[in-house]
Every structure is written in C-alpha cells, then in structure tokens.
C-alpha cells in the first residue's frame, strides 16, 4: 500500500533526523512492498522566524490530507506547534514506551514499561494571565478525558504481553480536585478490566520509584505535564532521550515523535543519535498496521526495530550511548541491514 506522510523537518537536530528518518523511509520503499509519498514541512522556530508564524495554515492543511505525521523536534516554539498540533487534531494519548536495549549506559537493562499520558488538557490547555503582581495558570482535568486516557491505558495494558498492570499517577492529596477528579475516573474505567491489576501512586513517589524500582511499573496513566516530565526521567532510565519514541494518538489519526527536543546544544555535529526518531516510525508502521490491516506494515516495523537492536548490541552506537557512530554512519548501516 501507499502512504502519505507529513514531515515537519524541526529546529536544532531536527533537520538532521528527518534526513536520517527519509533515508529509511526510501530504504524500505526499495526493499519492501510498501510505499510512502513523503512530503516535507516547515514549523517550529524557522518557519515563525521566515514567515510570522510557528504553524502556518498550509502546514496544517498538508498534515490533515496526509494518512499520518512524523514530526522531528522544534524549538523554543515547541507550544505553538506540538500543543496546538494534539489539541486541533484531538491527538488525546501520547504513547511513550521506556524499552531496555542491549550495551547502553542505563540505569536498568530489564524494563519494558509504557507512560500512557493524557495530551489535551491540564496546564497544557495554555490559559495563563497576570492578576495584579501576580501570574496564573489554569488547570482544567475533565471526567471525560480521564475516563479516555484511562481506557486507552486499560486497553493497551490489555493488549501487552506483559504483567498486566496500570499504575495512576497524580497528586490528589494537594490537588483535590483535579487530581481528584482524575483519580476517580481512572479507578472507575478499571472495574471495566477485572484481570488487570490497577494501583494508585503519588507522582513525587513514582518520581522516586522510577529511579529505585522501575520493574514494577508496566502501564503508567497520568495527566499531561507529570507524563510529560516523567517521561524523561524514564526513558534515563533505560539509556536516554536518544532512544525515547512517542506516539501522540487520536481516534483517525496520528502523529509520531521523538520524546525529546531540538537538542540545540548538539545541532550541526552529526552527533545526534537517531534511534528517537527511527523508533518513531517504528510505532508509526504499527498504528498504521493496525488502521489499514496491513500486516506488511507490522513486519516493517519489526525489523526495523530489530535492526536498530542488533546494531547496538554489535556496539554501532552513537556518542550519546557510549559509542562513536555519527548519525549519517549509524542511519547507513540501518539502511544496508534491514
Ligand atoms: P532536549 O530534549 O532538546 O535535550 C536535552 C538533552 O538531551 C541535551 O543535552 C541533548 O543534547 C540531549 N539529546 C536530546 N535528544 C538527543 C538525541 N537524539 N541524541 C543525542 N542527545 C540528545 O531538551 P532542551 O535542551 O531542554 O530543549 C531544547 C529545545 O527543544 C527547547 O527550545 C524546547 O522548547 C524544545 N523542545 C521541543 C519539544 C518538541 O518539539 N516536542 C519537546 C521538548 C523540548
């Protein structure tokens, strides 16, 4: 089958990994019976600075006619792009998995964990003002999306072959009523799920646990910015943002990125490590897989991803995870192994 993806190149290291993420695309359009019409997209701190806005009109009306979006990281416009993005497109779970890879300076090599984080609401919504001297944040949890986010974590626990589990992460002693909310509603969706074990934990203690215990953890559903912040903390966990993925998910359609940002300090180098973004369109080809029944886009995406595990277990690794590849070396020898 064919497909059309929408490319939005970034800021920082993103040029770098769409060139890295369009090689592979073009590999697999020449070795597999699967095709991608790529077109490419300008937003972030470039397209604001040549044409006054971070997200112009074009770019959005190219991503919705596109069968899907793969997006590198932007810069410090990042709100005006990936916020706005999840929210017009009502990309409402943002999938991002903490998988252990083999020979990475990480913390743990033995988890397989997944942060299922509601993407369309808490203090992401944007809703900030002065009041006198001072500044104000909205915080808007509605039972709706967390009765959402929370079957799609139950769903996804469902699904893994894994331990069966879904921890709620909030902060309900403080924040009675957000999180209060949230909680209420994540523990309701679980008696819909009778075999899957579902716990509760504040998140300055998963915070902790992540770092102590994170083998107990499969399935975490939180709010918008703790997913987003322990997000981070977990993919350390396994090697670094490197090798973080992300899916933000809707109902029709999706949009695939790295957990990571423009990565400024490193642009330019041919050092940034793509396995983020290749393990991006890894979860791409799944969803797509699944959306369309196309089980040439299910065998894509493990190789793909068995590529990528081979080769660093071979010690062809990027300088961020102890190695010396640069980031056209490593995509080269992707592209020739799949
Ligand atoms: P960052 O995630 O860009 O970088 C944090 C650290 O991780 C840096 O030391 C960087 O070199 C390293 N790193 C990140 N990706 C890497 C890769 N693929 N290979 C090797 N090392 C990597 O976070 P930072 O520096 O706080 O933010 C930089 C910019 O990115 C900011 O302007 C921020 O607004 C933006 N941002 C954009 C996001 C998006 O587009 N979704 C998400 C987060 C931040």
Redesign the pocket.
């Known amino acids: 089958m064919t497909y059309k993806i929408s490319l939005i190149t970034?800021?920082?290291?993103g040029p770098e990994?769409s060139e890295s993420a369009v090689s592979i695309l073009n590999a697999i359009n020449d070795k597999f019976d699967l095709k991608f019409e790529i077109t490419k997209l300008s937003a972030?701190?470039k397209a604001l600075e040549e044409t006054g806005n971070a997200l112009p009109e074009n770019v959005i009306d190219t991503i919705k006619n596109s069968d899907v979006c793969l997006?590198a990281?932007?810069?410090?416009s990042?709100a005006d792009?990936?916020v706005v993005l999840r929210r017009i497109l009502d990309l409402y779970a943002n999938i991002r998995p903490a998988k252990s890879y083999p020979h990475m300076p990480a913390l743990r090599d033995d988890i397989d964990m997944v942060i299922v984080r509601e993407n369309t609401e808490d203090l992401y919504i944007g809703k900030e003002f002065s009041l006198g001297n001072s500044a104000v944040a909205l915080r808007v949890i509605s039972e709706d999306a967390s009765k959402r986010i929370a079957k799609y974590a139950f769903e996804t626990a469902k699904q893994r072959n894994s331990m069966k589990k879904v921890t709620c992460v909030h902060k309900s002693n403080v924040l009675r009523i957000t999180d209060g909310l949230f909680v209420k509603a994540c523990t309701e969706v679980s008696k819909d799920y009778p075999d899957i074990t579902f716990e509760q934990m504040y998140v300055d203690a998963c915070a902790m646990n992540l770092i102590r215990q994170p083998e107990q953890f499969d399935v975490i559903v939180t709010t918008n910015l703790f997913g987003d912040i322990l997000s981070?903390e977990s993919s350390q966990v396994v090697g670094?943002?490197?090798m973080a993925p992300a899916a933000n998910l809707g109902d029709n359609f999706a949009l695939f990125?790295?957990?990571?940002?423009?990565?400024?300090?490193?642009a330019g180098q041919n050092?940034?490590?793509?396995?983020?973004?290749l393990l991006s369109i890894k979860m791409m080809l799944d969803w797509l897989g699944a959306k369309h029944n196309d089980p040439t886009c299910f065998e894509v995406a493990a190789k793909l991803e068995s590529t990528i595990f081979d080769l660093v277990k071979s010690g062809i690794k990027?300088?961020?995870i102890g190695g010396d590849s640069t980031t056209s070396e490593f995509t080269k020898q992707i592209t020739d192994n799949l």
């Open positions: 970034g800021d920082g290291i990994l972030g701190d997006k990281p932007v810069g410090e990042a792009v990936i981070d670094g943002l490197g990125e790295p957990v990571h940002g423009a990565a400024f300090d490193i050092i940034a490590n793509p396995s983020s973004f990027t300088k961020d």
